[in-house]
């Protein structure tokens, strides 16, 4: 009965480990958001003045049955007193990119959000991560990127055979302390009956 306790632990320990050791979700990024201003150069020499959204794909992924992940009907919505979309087209996985090309001088807006389109359901979703890798919804100022990151939400996690020995340890080290619990009353029973036919 000494060793109860301590087995009781080791099957909490162990049972608490086998579900903390779970493969986790993949996560992987697959382009990039970026909000900036055409350069001086750009503007005289090009016409391209004001400020630019590009969207970068370098993602060689297959999603579902999509080849390389391609970005189809590239859409970035502003948030200006009239919202307005500007298209960026196809943005194939090759490490392809687009950027805007419309006058956006005379515009003041505040946030920038990006739609993507594929040709399939894809096994998972789209997030876009800040520079220091946290969560947030688009982008919010000048010179400002974000990372495009596509997580799979519905993967099976299957445990590996370490885990899977210290899930089972676990199980059978709680099945032996209830055994043992169990099996407490009856000695105790059958020592007071001793001690009573000695007497």
Same mark, same amino acid.
């Given at each position: 009965?000494?060793?109860?306790?301590?087995?009781?632990?080791?099957?909490?320990?162990?049972?608490?480990?086998?579900?903390?050791? &779970?493969?986790?979700?993949?996560?992987?990024?697959?382009?990039?958001?970026?909000?900036?201003?055409?350069?001086?150069?750009?503007?005289?020499? @090009?016409?391209?003045?004001? &400020?630019?959204?590009?969207?970068?794909?370098?993602?060689?992924?297959?999603?579902? %049955?999509?080849?390389?992940?391609?970005?189809?009907?590239? @859409?970035?919505?502003?948030?200006?007193?009239?919202?307005?979309?500007?298209?960026?087209?196809?943005?194939?996985?090759?490490?392809?990119?687009? &950027?805007?090309?419309?006058? #956006?001088?005379?515009?003041?807006?505040?946030?920038?959000?990006?739609?993507?389109?594929?040709?399939?359901?894809?096994?998972?979703?789209? &997030?876009?991560?800040?520079?220091?890798? %946290?969560?947030?919804?688009?982008?919010?100022?000048?010179? %400002?990127?974000?990372?495009?990151?596509?997580?799979?939400?519905?993967?099976?996690?299957?445990?590996?055979?370490?885990?899977?020995?210290? #899930?089972?340890?676990?199980?059978?080290?709680?099945?032996?302390?209830?055994?043992?619990?169990?099996?407490?009353?009856?000695?105790?029973?059958?020592?007071?009956?001793?001690?009573?036919?000695?007497?």
């Amino acid at each position: 009965m000494l060793a109860s306790p301590f087995v009781r632990a080791l099957s909490v320990a162990a049972v608490v480990g086998g579900f903390a050791f &779970q493969p986790t979700a993949l996560a992987i990024p697959i382009g990039e958001f970026t909000w900036n201003d055409y350069s001086e150069t750009d503007c005289d020499d @090009f016409g391209f003045c004001g &400020q630019y959204f590009a969207v970068s794909n370098f993602s060689e992924l297959t999603l579902g %049955s999509e080849q390389g992940a391609t970005f189809f009907d590239v @859409f970035v919505g502003l948030d200006t007193a009239s919202p307005m979309s500007l298209s960026l087209g196809d943005i194939t996985g090759d490490g392809a990119s687009s &950027q805007s090309t419309d006058s #956006l001088s005379d515009l003041f807006f505040s946030f920038a959000g990006l739609r993507l389109t594929f040709v399939s359901t894809l096994p998972g979703s789209l &997030q876009f991560l800040s520079p220091e890798g %946290s969560i947030v919804t688009g982008l919010t100022g000048l010179g %400002s990127l974000l990372v495009i990151d596509y997580a799979v939400d519905d993967v099976v996690s299957v445990p590996e055979p370490s885990t899977l020995l210290l #899930l089972l340890g676990g199980l059978a080290g709680i099945a032996f302390a209830r055994k043992a619990r169990e099996g407490a009353p009856e000695k105790s029973r059958m020592k007071r009956s001793r001690h009573v036919l000695a007497t």
